[in-house]
């Protein structure tokens, strides 16, 4: 309940572009002919299928799991017959195996789909098996299995919990709608991940400039007196968990470290109500919001798309392209990952579909680096952009271990800021990948 | 749908602004001050100040030329590098002094070293500490403003200690308003602080250094005349403490890129300034501490990096 302005060191304020959909309430999509579901939707080990050729699946059906703790089961969102299972390109970037099922329209729903009960009856270990086999997953992007988050060594002692609705890339509005259409959803899964873990303690952190999700969500917490609302500075990347935790607890996870070495667990509001329609439902993780946005859109929304609906019959939905499209995004601006088709299908961490113009993603030549400090200034880690990049130019690699290269979160705010327009987030990857390929070599 | 999407890796958005922008930037700030002296000085200013930017553009293009490499001038360094060796330059010059020191400037402290943002000394400076080297008596011959340059003497030279100098000291009004002798751009501290005002609200340059650095001066010159306020303002209006403060020692190549680093840049040149103006040498002391800690920069630069986030003590 507590309400205050809090906020991090450095970030930088882009345009936010919201405006474009965030008045736009979440519609259901269309139910496609054929859904593609990649066996590899997370960080983690893939899935391996575990129906056939020619069988018939129904929503919420289990069609993929895999032996590895750090890693959750897929299930299909349509009812219909498995077509294929074949190698597809992911909008992750990589090539991964797909179960493709055709849908026969009627959407029936799986017998495996069941309520799972009250949550006071539940117990902890309950909740975290239900979460994992629901196959839910980061709903911010990063996708991390969220079972594996809400089951912390027994050495770390979790003392607070907190729901990320920053929602700090320009952009998306998926997590804002959420937050203002199922608030009652999301604090239910906030209590499911507090019992989850033990603690008494949960924070909802949210930007400025969503005043109606911060009021809804205020609304929806009101009687809990363990939930606290906490309003941040709308500034980029506020929404990181480090600087989330230090902005909401005052907690700085060390260099290096993870949140749970500070006693906090975080989570993305859209994970916490995927995790409530589990228990409630028992429907597992087979749809999700995005947002599909951008100047080269007909009408951006925000769409509640099965998962394995091709990007191409999302944006259809959306009125089509526009002229002049330069770039299709999945994911927020500052991080998303652009693609080289839109014949890629919706996975579990897609947030947003972004269609920029030509005319938006067209960037001045590259100029020497004028050294005018800026990416120093806004990195949020402290780190030196500049130096780093000199470095990864001139290939030496080692000497960026010296400048703390693993501790970028490659948000993107360095590059966002160069005037020079410097390659800086994409030289510390090629650097990044340069070293873990060595370690590799020689660890053989 | 486009048949060729563009594949570059995030963030695919960027700020809109751009090297040339900030070298614009600076030269818009230094307008105020270039016309000013112009009207204090008249034609031989405006004549000087052609001449150095056009020679310090010129000798870049020929150079990149010559190397075979991307021609840059369009990014206004070169042009911006011109205009602030002219601003510290004596009006009663001859116009080859400016040619020299600006193809100085570009050809050696700037291409020599690679080019924008390789330099570590601030090249107008390098131009100028060469012509002083070279011409000393045309680099310190004043005149007074107006048409007639009558030959004069800076009030800095007034104000030394055990100076034989002898003349009256302008008033605090004139020494802040520029109707004072000194080089072109220097004279005057009320247009260089609208020029300083323009930086600050675009952002262009940050407190650190020059405050820093006038500051330091300020309480040096305070506490070494005894509590004097009004020889304290004649150090901080007078000579080349404000151009030096807001457009040399922020040069972005030559100074440190670390917070703590610009604060202790700006210290130290203040402490070699005053150090100069009271007890060295010369009347004059700003050109030569900058370059000193221009010299210092990527050392204060290397132990001064910013502490990282969650950084364990
Ligand atoms: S923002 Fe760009 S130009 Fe400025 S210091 Fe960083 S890399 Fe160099
Ligand atoms: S991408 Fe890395 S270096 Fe760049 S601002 Fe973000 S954390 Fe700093």
Redesign the interface.
């Known amino acids: 309940m507590k309400l205050s302005n809090l906020t991090f ?1 450095g970030g930088i304020h ?2 936010y572009s919201k405006e474009l959909s965030k008045k736009a309430s979440i519609e259901p999509c269309i139910v496609p002919e054929v859904v593609v579901i990649p066996l590899s939707q997370h960080i983690g080990a893939p899935c391996d299928p575990i129906v056939k050729i020619g069988e018939a699946v129904k929503v919420g059906q289990k069609i993929g799991e895999s032996k590895s703790f750090v890693s959750a089961p897929v299930h299909s969102s349509v009812s219909g017959v498995v077509k294929k299972i074949e190698e597809i390109d992911s909008p992750l970037g990589n090539k991964t195996k797909a179960v493709v099922i055709e849908s026969d329209g009627k959407n029936e729903v799986s017998e495996e789909v069941k309520p799972k009960g009250n949550l006071e009856d539940l117990s902890p270990e309950e909740i975290v098996e239900i979460v994992k086999e629901a196959g839910i997953t980061g709903q911010g992007g990063a996708s991390f299995p969220t079972h594996v988050k809400l089951s912390p060594p027994p050495d770390k002692k979790i003392d607070t919990v907190i729901l990320n609705g920053a929602e700090c890339e ?1 952009y998306l509005t998926a997590d804002h709608r959420l937050m203002v259409e199922e608030s009652e959803s999301i604090v239910y899964g906030l209590k499911a991940i507090m019992k989850a873990v033990g603690v008494k303690k949960g924070y909802i952190g949210i930007e400025d400039n969503k005043p109606d999700a911060i009021e809804a969500m205020m609304k929806a917490s009101a009687n809990e007196p363990e939930i606290e609302i906490v309003s941040l500075e709308t500034k980029y990347p506020q929404g990181d968990e ?1 600087r989330l935790i ?1 902005a909401a607890t005052k907690r ?4 290096g ?1 993870l949140p749970m070495d500070v006693g906090v667990i975080v989570n993305n509001v859209g994970t916490a109500d995927a995790i409530a329609k589990a228990i409630k439902t028992g429907m597992p993780l087979v749809e999700r919001v995005v947002t599909i946005t951008g100047d080269a859109v007909v009408t951006p929304k925000n769409l509640m798309v099965k998962i394995g609906t091709s990007f ?1 019959e999302v944006v259809e939905q959306c009125g089509g ?1 526009k002229e ?6 999945m994911g927020g ?10 014949n890629v299908p919706v996975v579990k961490g897609t947030s947003g579909i ?1 269609l ?1 113009s ?1 005319k ?2 067209s ?2 030549p590259m ?7 800026r990416c ?2 806004a990195c ?5 952009p ?1 130096a780093l990049e000199k470095l990864t130019s001139r290939e030496r690699f080692d000497e960026t271990e010296k ?2 290269i693993w ?1 970028c979160i490659e948000c ?1 705010t360095c ?7 410097r ?1 800086l ?2 030289s510390i ?1 090629v650097a990044k990948k340069a070293l873990s390929d060595k370690q590799k070599r020689e660890s053989k | 749908m486009q048949e060729r999407l563009l594949l570059t890796s995030s963030p695919h958005i960027g700020t809109k602004d751009t090297v040339s922008r900030v070298m614009l930037d600076v030269i818009i700030a230094l307008l105020p001050a270039t016309m000013g002296s112009i009207y204090f000085f008249g034609l031989p200013a405006f004549k000087l100040i052609m001449v150095s930017v056009i020679a310090a553009v010129a000798t870049e293009a020929i150079i990149q030329k010559l190397t075979k490499k991307t021609i840059t001038i369009k990014d206004c360094s070169a042009a911006l590098t011109g205009l602030l060796l002219a601003m510290n330059i004596p009006p009663a010059a001859p116009w080859w002094i400016a040619a020299v020191g600006s193809a100085f400037a570009i050809g050696i402290a700037k291409q020599a070293f690679g080019g924008l943002g390789q330099n570590f000394i601030n090249p107008a400076l390098a131009g100028r500490a060469m012509l002083m080297a070279s011409w000393p008596v045309i680099m310190t011959t004043w005149s007074a403003p107006g048409a007639d340059a009558v030959a004069t003497v800076t009030p800095l030279a007034l104000l030394k200690p055990g100076s034989e100098a002898t003349g009256e000291l302008p008033s605090l009004m004139d020494a802040f308003v520029g109707n004072i002798g000194g080089c072109l751009g220097e004279t005057s501290a009320l247009l260089l602080l609208i020029g300083a005002a323009y930086l600050f609200y675009r952002r262009v340059i940050s407190w650190r250094i020059p405050f820093t650095y006038i500051a330091t001066v300020a309480v040096i010159t305070l506490v070494a005349s005894g509590g004097d306020f009004t020889n304290m303002l004649y150090h901080l209006f007078t000579g080349g403490l404000m151009i030096g403060a807001f457009f040399m020692a922020t040069d972005y190549s030559s100074s440190p890129i670390t917070v703590k680093g610009q604060i202790i840049f700006g210290i130290g040149a203040g402490v070699i300034t005053s150090v100069i103006r009271l007890y060295g040498g010369y009347p004059e002391g700003v050109s030569y501490s900058i370059l000193l800690m221009n010299l210092a920069a990527p050392i204060i630069e290397k132990y001064t990096s910013p502490k990282l986030f969650g950084e364990v003590k």
């Open positions: 060191k882009p345009p320009p480090k230090d700085q996870v060390p260099a470290g191409k392209y002049g499209l330069g770039k299709i995004v601006p500052m991080m998303g990952n652009a693609q080289f088709t839109d972004l920029l030509e938006e993603v960037a001045p100029d020497p680096c004028m050294r005018c400090g120093v200034y949020p880690v402290n780190l030196q500049t400048y703390h501790s993107g590059s966002y800021v160069c005037p020079a327009r390659p987030v994409h990857r």
